[in-house]
Nanobody
Framework: AQLVESGGGLVQPGGSLRLSCAAF????????VSWYRQAPGQDRALVAVISNFGGHTNYVESVKGRFTISRDKAKNTVYLQMNSLKPEDTAVYYCYAHTRDLWGQGTQVTVSS
């Protein structure tokens, strides 16, 4: 079983990115899934969480109204749509499958002009 993130990159302030977290080897929809991020010199921090089957979501205050977490059961994938990006959003982003205690390898997001 593994999680594979993609979609990171370099974007200007105010821009958008969509991160994907694809699960292989297990049924992703059965698990709560979170996105975390880790900026240089800082601890890994929770960004957003989605319940199994997608009924409930929650966000850290700093991304509310800008980020949206969602999931596609058919694609066994969870997404993080990030809009109105700010330089302080720069970090490596990781997805995490709760209960299974499984992390992805991370994808770099850099917001800079």
């Amino acid at each position: 079983a593994q999680l594979v993130e993609s979609g990171g990159g370099l974007v200007q302030p105010g821009g958008s990115l969509r991160l994907s977290c694809a699960a292989f080897g297990f049924t992703f929809s059965s698990y709560f899934v979170s996105w975390y991020r880790q900026a240089p010199g800082q601890d890994r921090a929770l960004v957003a969480v989605i319940s199994n089957f997608g009924g409930h979501t929650n966000y850290v205050e700093s991304v509310k109204g800008r980020f949206t977490i969602s999931r596609d059961k058919a694609k066994n994938t969870v997404y993080l749509q990030m809009n109105s990006l700010k330089p302080e959003d720069t970090a490596v982003y990781y997805c995490y499958a709760h209960t299974r205690d499984l992390w992805g390898q991370g994808t770099q997001v850099t917001v800079s002009s």
